[in-house]
């Protein structure tokens, strides 16, 4: 393995990088191909927005997380969610999203933007159509399509929408009742 100046190992050498260059063009051709390019860049939408691109909307619960190699050399994660509150579209109880990225046998690919989730988590999704080849469903604007479920210093449930400012976290929280409330008025005002 090559060695760094300082004298510690690289983390990408000879052969392993060139594997990690070649599973980020293919990730980024998939992306193309698959028509997710739009939605591929995290961005601020508003409510509206975010109803008007997704064809589902659903609070779930991860139940589990598991990364595959594709036979094209692309990666992707596999999301079981359980379905606690489906808001717009045909949302199953139990269902599986697929998304690109993730990290097998040493393999890894991250898109920037698209969060991940460890099982147990509870989110709000603003999911886009799955995609025709890959079947990849990512979150309307990426991270502007998901809001975690968290309790407040009061201990009342909230959703959270993690964004970035002058590259700093900053967090918008929004009151879980009327959040779904607004959300299910603006799925009825755009008649879907």
């Known amino acids: 393995m090559p060695v760094l100046p300082q004298g510690k190992p ?3 050498g000879g052969m392993r990088r060139s594997s990690v260059v070649l599973v980020l063009v293919a990730g980024a051709l998939s992306l193309a191909h698959a028509g997710v390019l739009a939605s591929s860049s995290a961005q601020e939408l508003d409510l509206s927005a975010l109803v008007a691109e997704a064809e589902r909307v659903c609070e779930v619960e991860v139940l ?3 990364c595959a190699l594709l036979p094209d050399g692309s ?3 596999r999301y ?3 379905t606690l509150t489906p808001l717009k579209g045909a ?3 139990f269902q ?6 993730g990290e097998v046998a040493g393999r890894g690919l991250y898109v920037p933007g698209l969060p991940t989730w460890q099982r147990g988590d509870r989110i709000l999704l603003f999911l886009t ?3 025709k080849s890959k079947r990849w469903r990512l979150p309307v604007g990426l991270s502007a399509g998901v809001f975690q479920v968290h309790a407040d210093s009061r201990g009342t449930r909230v959703f959270r929408r993690g964004a970035h400012a002058h590259g700093k976290a900053v967090s918008e929280n929004h009151d879980y009742h009327q959040f779904l409330s607004e ?10």
């Open 10 to 12: 690289s983390v990408m």
């Open 96 to 101: 599986e999203v697929r998304m690109p990225g």
């Open 183 to 192: 959300i299910l008025e603006e799925v009825g005002r755009q008649g879907r």
């Open 64 to 66: 589990d997380k598991t």
């Open 91 to 93: 949302v199953p109880s």
């Open 80 to 82: 079981q969610f359980a």
């Open 75 to 77: 990666l992707e994660t």
């Open 129 to 131: 159509r799955e995609g």
